[in-house]
């Protein structure tokens, strides 16, 4: 491990009574990358990028800066920072500081230090000059007031904690800081005036937006990455690198010659970008195309009398109508897909470098999203996988990555996922231009060739519009325009899968939520409470589920198949008859969807269940009888029920042996002739309304 041997020399005044110049400000920690650890007497900022960083958060993070403390203010600023780095530290110890072994999170030293800044300013302009020692609480207190008028609540919550660290490191600081506890017992949060919310502030994305959103993801990693790939490939062989290219000579006679061949097409650019406007002939492309790849100047400066007349020749050619032209220009042909309007065509009209470099966005972009919703990965964690990550968990297929939040040093934990996650994953890598799946795919236009860094937030606000750019055409819905960011793809997947069966064991699993039981935590429940929006969603599938069980009773009943009790089996009867005359004599197509829509809005309240099926209408419901208005406003109450008289009870073949059983329990019972009299009264009553099912399934 190296050191920086050049470091800024404080004033003799400014010099620390506990720390050396040159000590390290990193002692006995794990360092994930080997870069350099500052050292104490780098009075401007520490780069501690060897601890490891947050890639969510950039490298930047794991940076503290002093630069803007002037004199004893920087001093006092870098011996807190050491302090809270190193908290065990013999040095820290011989003067009588015991903190908690744990050392303090960068992240958090940034906010005290931005803390102790306000406070270092406010101390100058009213205390001018007065020790730290000579503070008094109605001093501390002045400084609250003011901090509340002029900071965010959460910034203050940064300043007192910054100010009581000048009391808790009163021994270790020179000069001495804080001699009481400022503002004695009571808490940050009551301080400062922060209001803290029991309810969760992550957003969820609605329906209308999740399902297309992840639906043009897939078409892009199944579909479309290979024609983006395919493109690539042909640029990338067609872009020779300079050691490959050859001195073009006779340029006029290889334009004639390429304007000859039938299998010719001049390119044309299919984006405005730079000096560029989308529909210009792309006479870079042009060149490499008529060069076969190794000259870009065949038709670059018109100003030269032999470039002009190869470019009017090729708008002469053009003009005739002896040679067409194409958008994009490259070989390489789109996949056709079935457009929203039932054609069929490819689902872009060419490529040409602008448009694969635009498309290797687009697909990263469907990568991360895709990854983020199914694999309810942090943004920290997505950012951390490596490639070749994919592995598998207790037997099903995974994903390693670094689990950061509330950790400390390396974590690595797995997270489940499905195969079109791991294709996506697989996409991802290709695309990636260094060891980070979620990484650059591109390097900037610089001369140092440094890779472009991947901003998911900005790039998470241009995927929606880029993909109804694409619209109809490439067979992709519209998708409504709204705020996406990569938490919310986290917290919505939670509330889908919450609905599932021991959803919230999986969700406790998958999230990495810390439980304090075996299955889960509240954390878990409250993250994955559903909304209106998707409590509606869930409605419908439900809906869509009952339908599409109906369509087959629907077929069964149209070959009187269909056997039917219960009081309310003529009302499901009647219904199935009026879908039958109104797909019969106005629809007059009779394929499943436009059928299972019907018999979902004719059968809007139906409920499926194990013993019977309810039609859910409140006015004929026997389990709201008796119960109170607000009560009986909510709904059916299926634990209530009364299969054998409620109007609403519908019995199927599906449900006839739980029936069949029951009166075999009943007759069983029965045989015993020492039952009391009214126990044989009651349970004679039950056999005889179990009797009008199952006369019903005689041969059940």
């Known amino acids: 491990m190296t050191t920086h041997t050049i470091f800024a020399r404080v004033a003799e005044r400014h010099v620390s009574d506990h720390w050396n110049a040159e000590t390290l400000v ?10 350099p650890v500052p050292v104490f007497g780098e009075t401007k900022r520490w780069d501690l990028r060897s601890l490891g960083w947050n890639p969510a958060a950039g490298r930047n993070s794991a940076v503290l800066l002093f630069d803007r403390f002037n004199n004893e203010w920087n001093l006092r600023a870098r011996e807190i920072a050491i302090t809270l780095l190193n908290p065990v530290h013999s040095t820290i110890r011989r ?20 803390g102790l800044r306000h406070f270092a300013e406010w101390h100058a302009n009213n205390l001018p000059g007065s020790p730290l020692r000579e503070l008094r609480q109605a001093d501390l207190d002045r400084f609250l007031i003011d901090a509340k008028q002029h900071l965010a609540p959460s910034a203050v919550t940064g300043a007192i904690s910054a100010v009581r660290d000048l009391h808790i490191c009163d021994a270790i600081i020179t000069g001495g800081g804080i001699s009481f506890p400022p503002w004695g017992d009571e808490t940050a949060a009551a ?23 992840l639906r043009a993801c897939w078409q892009y990693i199944d579909v479309f990455s290979r024609d983006i ?17 050859r001195r073009v000579k006779g340029a006029e006679s290889m334009v004639q010659a390429w ?14 970008y730079g000096r560029f406007t989308k529909g210009e002939i792309h006479w870079t492309l042009l060149s490499l195309l008529v060069s076969d790849g190794h000259s870009k100047s065949l038709f670059t400066d ?46 872009i009209d060419g490529f040409d470098p602008a448009t694969i470099r635009e498309q290797i966005k687009i697909l990263r972009n469907a990568c991360y999203i895709f990854c983020a919703a199914l694999t309810m990965m942090r943004d920290s964690e997505l950012l951390s996988i490596k490639k070749e990550s994919l592995t598998t968990f207790h037997g099903a297929p995974a994903v390693s990555s670094q689990l950061r939040k509330g950790r400390r040093g390396t974590r690595q934990r797995n997270w489940w996922i499905i195969e079109p996650v791991a294709q996506a994953i697989a996409v991802a890598e290709r695309l990636a231009l260094n060891d980070t799946v979620f990484g650059s795919s591109r390097k900037n236009h610089q001369e140092d060739g440094h890779l472009a860094r991947f901003d998911q937030h900005e790039q998470l606000g241009l995927f929606i519009p880029q993909i109804n750019a694409l619209g109809p055409a490439a067979g992709l819905e519209p998708i409504p325009s709204t705020h ?39 954390a878990t429940s409250g993250y994955a409470s559903e909304t209106p929006e998707w409590a509606a969603e869930f409605e419908h599938e439900l809906q869509d589920a009952v339908a599409a069980r109906l369509v087959g009773m629907w077929s069964s009943q149209e070959r009187n198949e269909v056997r039917l009790a219960g009081a309310g089996a003529q009302r499901l009867r009647e219904g199935l008859d009026r879908a039958r005359t109104e797909i019969t004599n106005e629809i007059k197509v009779g394929d499943e969807r436009t059928l299972r829509s019907l018999l979902r809005d004719q059968f809007s309240t139906l409920r499926w269940g194990t013993i019977n099926h309810c039609l859910g209408i409140p006015e004929q419901a026997a389990c709201l009888q008796g119960v109170p208005a607000e009560l009986a406003a909510e709904g059916v109450i299926p634990n209530r029920c009364r299969p054998t008289t409620c109007r609403n009870s519908v019995i199927t073949d599906d449900h006839a042996p739980i029936w069949i059983a029951e009166e075999k329990d009943l007759f069983r019972k029965l045989e015993d002739r020492k039952m009391a009299p009214h126990h044989r009264e009651q349970l004679q009553s039950e056999l005889h309304n179990v009797k009008k099912i199952t006369r019903r399934f005689p041969d059940a």
């Open 26 to 35: 990193l002692q006995h920690r794990h360092l994930e990358h080997d870069y």
């Open 302 to 347: 018109d100003r030269a009398p032999a470039v002009a007349a190869r470019r009017q020749m090729i708008r002469d050619t053009l003009e005739s109508g002896r040679i067409p032209s194409v958008p994009g220009g490259l070989l390489a042909r789109a996949t056709e897909v079935e457009r929203l309007d039932g054609s069929r065509g490819p689902w």
């Open 95 to 114: 003067q009588g500081v015991h903190l908690s072994a744990q050392p303090v999170h960068v992240k958090t030293i940034r906010t005290k230090l931005d």
């Open 484 to 522: 996406l960011a990569p938490h919310m793809f986290r917290r919505t997947m939670a509330v889908i899968t919450a609905q599932q069966p021991d959803g919230e064991i999986a969700l406790g699993i998958q999230l990495k939520h810390a439980a304090r039981r075996a299955v889960a935590n509240a």
């Open 259 to 272: 304007l000859q061949d039938p299998n010719s097409k001049v390119p044309r650019h299919r984006l405005s």
């Open 229 to 245: 790939f395919t493109a690539a490939e042909e640029w990338k062989a067609l872009d020779r690198p300079p050691g490959e290219r």
């Open 191 to 213: 301080l400062s005036g922060r209001r803290v919310s029991t309810e969760l502030s992550t957003p969820v994305i609605p329906p209308e937006v999740w399902w297309p959103l």
